[in-house]
């Protein structure tokens, strides 16, 4: 059996994958999502991990946030962590900017979360066609949204967000990485 291992960066990641993934990935496809406290702690967890993990079947996929720093710069390094660690099949996504930019691809899934559906008319504006361009995108859905709180904000979304709406290319790109990871080759509804 194909197992898939994802090395988060933080708690709310594993909420949106918990819930998303059951939905995207086929049963016979198993996944474990391991959040760390940063992007400090997931670098120094990489070769641990990798390295001792002895599982057949594994596959590991790394997703950090870009933030504001160089998206190049840093899947380059993240990559040569897993080279060094002897697995250099690992997937690295990079997050542009955060994972609230994915939220912001999807103002539908929003509405839907706080029970607000004049957010999703929001999605029209030309400021949210591109949400990956959005480089303080946390601060944005706080606008939007003043209670979100990140961990209960992500797994409310998550209930609600869809690959197929999304406008975010770096969601997009981070589910087709998984699909091809996991050897979805069928197109899938989502």
Known sequence: MKKLIFLLEEPS?????????????????????????????????????????????????IVRDQDNADCIDVKNR????????????????IVCHELESWFLGDLVAVAHAFDDMSIAKLQGKSKYRNPDMISNAAQEIKK??????????????????????????????????????????????Y
């Open 13 to 61: 990641m594993k909420e949106l994958l918990d819930i998303l993934f059951p939905k995207v990935l086929p049963p016979e496809i198993g996944f474990q999502t391991i959040p760390h406290e940063g992007k400090q702690d997931l670098e120094k967890s990489i070769p641990r991990k990798l390295r001792a993990w002895k599982e057949p079947g594994v596959h590991f996929i």
């Open 78 to 93: 993240l990559v040569e962590l897993c080279r060094e660690a002897g697995r250099k099949d690992s997937l690295v996504r």
């Open 144 to 189: 939007i949204v003043p209670s979100y709180q990140k961990i209960q904000g992500a797994r409310s979304i998550a209930e609600h967000i869809s690959v197929e709406r999304n406008r975010s290319n770096s969601f997009f790109v981070f589910v087709e990485g998984v699909r091809k990871v996991a050897g979805i080759n069928e197109e899938v509804s």
